[in-house]
Structure formats: C-alpha cells, structure tokens
C-alpha cells in the first residue's frame, strides 16, 4: 500500500451538492492527519486537523476511520468557491510537521 | 497569523544555470523548514528537512549536491538547485515551523528551466 492513497478525481458537481473524498494511509502509529486545500499553484492551506474520530467545521466535515486506515472529507452544500484540489497528509516519523501527502482529489463545482 | 514568503514565485532559466529560491519567516524564528517538490498533478514530495544551524537531512533519491539546502538564521533557508535541467522544473514550495508549532508555507516557486 502507498503511505497516502487519495482518488485523483476529478469530482465535477453542480452547486449544493454533497461530495466526499477518501484519502487511505499505511502507517497505523500515526495520531493526526490533515486535510490541505490547494489551488493551482499555490500553497496548501490547512483546511481541518483530525485527531480522533473526527472533526467538524460549518460545511466540512472530516471523519477517521483507525480500523479501515481512512480519513474521509465531506463537504456538504458546495460552493463554486469549494473547486480545487483537497490533499491528505500526515506526520512522517521524526517530526510532528514533517508530512507525507496524497497527490490529492481534483473538486470542480460548476452553477 | 505567521507569514512565510518565499521568493522568487517564478523563474525561467537556462539549462545548466543555478537558481536560488528563499524561504523567509517574517514574524517567527523558524527553527525547522521543509523543502517539498510537485510536479503537475502530483502529490507534495518531500525533498528535505533543514534545522537551523545544521545540516539538512535529505530524503531518499533527492540529490544532496544537486540541492543546496542552507539554513543559516532562524528567518532564513535557502534551496539552490545547481546545474538545472529541464527535469528540475517544478513547484518547489517550503513550509516552516518554530519548536514544532504551527506549520507555515510559504507560497512556492515555479521553476521553468529551458
């Protein structure tokens, strides 16, 4: 398995729809996992941390799966704003900010 | 919040030229910066880990006398990419952090070389 296995995408879906990315991780230990935005090149931008079994914030919502080795990205009532692309990552070994990231799913809202 | 900047957020140069790309926090000593690499379509790689003071620690397969990696102040790490070829071109972008803190990027660096 890859450290950090996310589907590419792209997810296209009409405005206020709900949409959920998966993102499967290899390393059991690991305690925390992050969920970035990105858009076209530029930096990531910390979207949700998730520490235990999940983490909720207005339209976002993001669940861990320990048994499974899976966090999951909801987003519900999505915006034309929401498009771009959300990677997964987490602490490699030897550092609390040394991440490992998912190539990252492709979201394309469209009206 | 903290503010990381990295400059230049182009460059196009020659093949066989060095380039330099800084990495500055601006209102926190960074005490640890990352360099990362992504080519279109991928996933951040992780290049290296730069401590301030020492010696940078460079991930599996990354060329250590091909990037430079300079961390000589808490403000300040450098990536030269020396002798550059047209496979180095890429979104080079680093993040920063102070005693394992929040972790900060900076807004990265398109590098076209021709």
């Known amino acids: 398995r890859k450290e950090v296995e996310q589907d590419p995408g792209p997810f296209n879906v009409p405005e206020g729809a709900t949409v959920a990315f998966n993102c499967t991780y290899s390393?059991?230990?690991?305690?925390?996992f992050f969920w970035y935005r990105q858009d076209c090149r530029k930096e990531p931008k910390l979207l949700m941390s998730?520490?235990?079994s999940g983490n909720e914030d207005g339209r976002f919502t993001a669940q861990l799966n320990r048994a499974s080795q899976y966090i999951s990205l909801l987003i519900r009532d999505s915006k034309l704003s929401d498009s771009a692309t959300y990677l997964c990552?987490?602490?490699?070994?030897?550092?609390?900010?040394?991440?490992?990231f998912g190539a990252g799913t492709r979201l394309a809202v469209h009206p | 919040g903290a503010v990381v900047s990295q400059h230049p957020s182009w460059v196009i140069c020659k093949s066989g030229t060095s380039v330099k790309i800084e990495c500055r926090s601006l209102?926190?000593?960074?005490?640890?910066m990352f360099w990362y690499r992504q080519f279109p379509k991928q996933s951040l790689m992780l290049m290296a880990t730069?401590?301030?003071?020492?010696?940078?620690?460079?991930e599996q397969g990354v060329e250590k006398d091909k990037f430079l990696i300079n961390h000589a102040s808490l403000t300040l790490s450098t990536l030269t990419v020396t002798s550059a070829h047209p496979e180095d071109s890429s979104f080079y972008i680093c993040?920063?952090?102070?005693?394992?803190?929040?972790?900060?990027f900076g807004s990265g660096t398109q590098l076209s070389v021709l």
């Open positions: 990552a987490y602490p490699l070994s030897g550092g609390y900010n040394k991440l490992i």
């Open positions: 993040s920063a952090t102070a005693y394992n803190e929040k972790l900060f």
């Open positions: 390393n059991s230990a690991s305690q925390s």
């Open positions: 209102d926190f000593q960074a005490t640890t």
């Open positions: 730069s401590n301030e003071g020492s010696k940078a620690t460079y």
């Open positions: 998730v520490y235990s």
